[in-house]
Every structure is written in structure tokens, then in C-alpha cells.
């Protein structure tokens, strides 16, 4: 008893010795740290929760990770028909994919923005979710309108306001009047922490289509998407809309030109606007079949008074059949083939290249996925706490797995359901085996207390021990894993499953005969040795 009342004793000596260092130095120490401990370290005592469940220093603490890939895959149907939810894979520096799926995304989400490890995701329901995948805090947050008819996650953009350190979602709002169909004059800004949104509005009417297929990004706390300008030579135009101060300007596009291929048929030129290493990029590139070919030019905004553009890249695509194309990390191309495989290709270092396929590096096999909008954000793993937001009005905290209550995903939760079975099954069968085995060796043991000095016994033995070698070895026995996996990791547990059935219906073919063998041998000898002349 002594002894326990010491080690608490010198535990909470030792604690407070830390404690009684500076702050600061705390704060610099635990920078240093990745989030995963952290997140560890907010249970050790109060103070050390203070320090990292605050604002400030989730904000300092966001500029050391190494950012990582996210892929999102929205929810679909197989080939088959069977429907498949949305999910989330994130790559590491090493570009291994995770395992587990994340509890905060429903089957049905779509991510409308990604900032400092906060997604924004869009909803069936009358909601809006952010979520913080590395601490699985979630908030929802009530949509502008209640009109869902006309609804679509691309009318929707998160990002972060540097000046006064604000997360604001923006929504592209179309009005109703027939004259404005297809056409948006209403910004609406929320800043969380807000009881309401708010209305901006346009200096005119502009395209949502543009929105919906160009896309908008937010850099530095201002918006950008692409504008019809039939005048110029991309008839486009870029608007930008400061999320703060929530005035507009246009920026013109710069005078290029390009030859597209004749093909014909439904090959057009597409541009998307998009951000590379920080900066406001806009890419174009020709289409035919949602393939890309020809050449993809992508242009980047210099971020100077004047508001330059400057030739970023020429990449040749004439030997190359890819649905998507992104710029990742800054020297990283991810690569969406038609042949539903993803891959990874490092940039040359010049403007102009041709994508030497053969140093592209495959990633994945996306399957029954390769055809959906494949989706990838540049993504760091944050402490930023959502807590402090569920006091607004129009804010509350989520019921968790909703999204799978709903009936059209009850054959999905079977089939998980079917699975985990079949692989307790298997174990059991394994145990089994395994018992048999070690019942044959008590046996043996046994026998060997009576008959060690036995001849017989110990020629029988030998050819027991003999059979036991040549038996396949049971697999070693590891718990299964209680989280949801990723449909990436279900590919290869799927890979498992089938070479671990295989497996045990091999050790089944050897074992059953050879426990036959080796319990005939043992009361044949124990049989011969009864009738043994005394």
C-alpha cells in the first residue's frame, strides 16, 4: 500500500514540476508535436487541455504538420447495382492509404471545402456538417434556404479568413424569378459562431453552371470562380469575392492561344478553376468522352497589386487516357485513368512536359469507384475545436449514425454485418484445428509417461511427429478490428478473406485425414501392447 501511495506521490510531484515550467515553453514544445499524441495529451491533466483545446494554439499548431492527400469518393452504384456510401482515404507523406473509414461522413455527404483539417460537408437533409476528422468533432448547421429542389453541394464553399481568424461557408444562391433561372444574384455568408446567414449582393446576375462545373476556391480569404466573357478568348473571366470585407472584382483572363484537336463529336474545352501551392490557378484542357487529350494548360495568378497571370504549366496529354488530373503537394500530378486506376506522377521540374507514364506510380485500383467524380484536397490533420460554435443559434450537435438509419442502406449494413460473421467463422474453424492438434500432442504426452522406454512406441512417435510437421500451421489469431473500414481497405480484406478460406479448406483436406492417422496409430499401439504376452 506504501508503495502505490509512493509512485502517486512522485507522479504528482513530477506533474507539477512540468507544470510549473512557462506556458511558452509548454505551448513550443507540444508544436512539436504530432496530432495524434496530442490528442493524447489533452487526458494527462487540466492545464495541458487548456493549452491544446485552445483556438490559438490550434492555429499555430496547423502550420507544422505535413500536409497529406484526402480522397473522397461520393456515394454510387456498382456495376451490379448495389449502392456504395461516400468515403474518405487519406494518404500519408508516404502515400499509404488508411484503413479505417471516418465516422463523421454519412453515406450520402458530399465535401463541399476542406481548411485547416475542418470539412465542410453537404447533406440530403436541411443541414450543413463540419467536421474535424482527427478529433471526430461534428456540428450541424441549418442551410439558408429551405428549398432542397434545386439544392447542389457545388453551390456550396468553406474557407477561413486570415485577418480576423473566421471560418465562413458560402453559399451561391439562385433565386427563383423565371428571368434568373440558371443564375445566381445572392451570396450568403455564415461565420460560424453567427446566429444567421447573411446576404451579399452580386453586381449582376451570374452563371451557376459555371460554378457547378468550373468549380470556386478560396485563398487567403477570397473567393474565386470562373464568369462568362464571350468577349475574350477563353470566354471566361475570373470574379473574386473578399469574404470579409464581401466586395467583388473581375479579373481578366490572360490572351493565349491554343489550337484544339479536330475531332469532332462531343470533344470540347473545359476550364476549372483551382489552387496550387497557395496560389489561384486556372487549367484548361479538351475533352472527349471524359477523357483528356491534347494538351492541359494551367495558368496561376500572381498575387501582386496588378494581378498577373503566368504560364504555370504545359503538360502534353497526346499518350495519356486520363478522366482527372490534379497537382497535389506542389511536385506531385495524381492521376484518374480510364481504366479505373489511380496513380501518382512527380513533376519534371520545367513548364513544358509530356507525362512519361512509366515513372507514374500506381496507387490504387479504385474499382467499381473509377467512374464517379473522384474528388482530392490538400489536407492536415488539426486540433481546431468546434465546441466553442454550438452556442450560435442555428448550430447544434449531430445524433450520431443517422445517415445510416435510413432503409435504402440496410442491405449495406448486411453485407458488413455478413462479413464480420464469416470471419468469426473462419477463426473458429482455425481454433478448432488448432485444438485438435494440441489434443493429439496431450495425448502423445501421456503415452510417453507409460511406453518412453518403448521401441515400438518410439518408432510410432517419429512418424506421428512426422505428419504434424507437414501439417499446414494455423494462421496466427488477431482480433478484428472494431472501426469501420475504407472501401479501400474492404478490397483487400476482401483479398484476405478469400485466401484465408482458401487456406483453411486446404488445412481441412490435410488435417481431417491426418488426425485420423495419427489417433489410428495411437490405438493401434496401445491395442498391440494390450495383447502383448505377459
Avoid at 500500500?1 to 509512485?7: C, D, Y
Avoid at 450541424?140 to 465562413?168: C, E, I, M, Q, V
Avoid at 449495406?412 to 473462419?426: A, G, P, V
Amino acid at each position: 500500500m506504501a508503495s502505490k501511495r509512493t509512485t502517486r506521490g512522485q507522479a504528482g510531484k513530477e506533474e507539477c514540476i512540468i507544470n510549473c515550467l512557462p506556458r511558452e515553453l509548454i505551448e513550443h514544445v507540444f508544436l512539436g508535436l504530432p496530432t495524434s499524441c496530442l490528442l493524447e495529451c489533452i487526458s494527462v491533466c487540466k492545464k495541458w487541455r487548456e493549452i491544446i483545446r485552445d483556438s490559438c494554439f490550434a492555429l499555430a499548431h496547423i502550420q507544422h504538420p505535413a500536409p497529406c492527400t484526402l480522397l473522397f469518393s461520393p456515394q454510387g452504384s456498382s456495376i451490379s447495382g448495389d449502392l456504395y456510401p461516400s468515403d474518405v482515404v487519406l494518404f500519408d507523406e508516404a502515400w499509404s492509404p488508411s484503413k479505417f473509414a471516418v465516422p463523421v461522413i454519412g453515406p450520402d455527404d458530399l465535401i463541399c471545402g476542406s481548411c485547416n483539417g475542418l470539412l465542410c460537408l453537404h447533406t440530403p437533409t436541411s443541414m450543413i456538417k463540419i467536421a474535424n476528422l482527427a478529433t471526430g468533432e461534428c456540428i450541424h448547421l441549418k442551410k439558408p434556404t429551405k428549398n432542397l429542389k434545386d439544392d447542389h453541394f457545388s453551390f456550396y464553399r468553406f474557407g477561413f479568413y486570415p485577418a480576423t481568424k473566421d471560418y465562413k461557408v458560402i453559399h451561391f444562391f439562385q433565386k427563383s424569378k423565371p428571368s434568373t433561372k440558371g443564375r445566381f444574384n445572392v451570396i450568403q455568408v455564415y461565420t460560424l459562431g453567427d446566429d444567421r446567414w447573411k446576404d451579399v449582393i452580386t453586381p449582376e446576375a451570374l452563371s451557376l453552371n459555371c460554378v457547378k462545373n468550373s468549380g470556386a476556391v478560396i485563398v487567403d480569404g477570397t473567393m474565386y470562380w470562373l464568369i462568362e466573357d464571350r468577349g475574350a478568348s477563353w470566354q471566361h473571366a475570373v470574379m473574386s469575392f473578399d469574404i470579409g470585407e464581401e466586395n467583388f472584382s473581375q479579373i481578366q483572363l490572360p490572351a493565349i492561344d491554343f489550337e484544339d484537336w479536330a475531332l469532332g463529336g462531343d470533344a470540347r474545352r473545359h476550364y476549372w478553376v483551382e489552387e496550387i501551392n497557395g496560389k489561384v490557378c486556372v487549367s484548361t484542357g479538351q475533352r472527349m468522352s471524359r477523357i483528356l487529350i491534347g494538351e492541359m494548360q494551367i495558368w496561376s495568378l500572381n498575387g501582386d497589386v496588378h494581378q498577373r497571370w503566368s504560364l504555370l504549366y504545359n503538360i502534353q496529354l497526346s499518350s495519356l487516357f486520363a478522366r482527372g488530373l490534379q497537382i497535389v503537394h506542389g511536385n506531385r500530378i495524381m492521376i484518374q485513368t480510364c481504366y479505373s486506376n489511380l496513380y501518382t506522377y512527380e513533376l519534371p521540374g520545367k513548364k513544358n512536359f509530356d507525362i512519361d507514364f512509366s515513372k507514374a506510380v500506381k496507387l490504387l485500383d479504385l474499382g467499381p469507384r473509377g467512374e464517379d467524380y473522384i474528388q482530392f484536397f490538400s489536407f492536415v490533420k488539426s486540433l481546431v475545436p468546434l465546441y466553442v460554435y454550438v452556442k450560435a443559434g442555428i448550430v447544434h450537435r449531430p445524433k450520431w449514425h443517422w445517415g445510416w438509419k435510413l432503409k435504402k442502406w440496410k442491405e449495406w449494413e448486411h453485407q458488413l454485418f455478413t462479413t464480420e460473421n464469416s470471419w468469426r467463422r473462419i477463426c473458429q474453424m482455425e481454433h478448432e484445428l488448432l485444438e485438435a492438434r494440441q489434443t493429439a500432442a496431450m495425448v502423445m504426452k501421456k503415452i510417453s509417461q507409460h511406453f518412453a522406454d518403448d521401441v515400438i512406441w518410439q518408432r510410432t512417435r517419429a512418424e506421428i511427429d512426422q505428419i504434424l510437421q507437414h501439417l499446414p500451421d494455423c494462421p496466427v489469431q488477431h482480433p478484428r478490428p472494431v472501426r469501420r473500414l475504407n472501401w479501400v481497405e474492404k478490397v483487400k480484406d476482401k483479398e484476405k478473406f478469400e485466401a484465408r478460406l482458401q487456406g483453411l479448406e486446404d488445412m481441412f483436406k490435410a488435417s481431417s485425414p491426418a488426425m485420423k492417422e495419427i489417433f489410428g496409430k495411437m490405438r493401434s499401439y496401445v491395442q498391440a501392447y494390450d495383447e502383448r504376452p505377459i
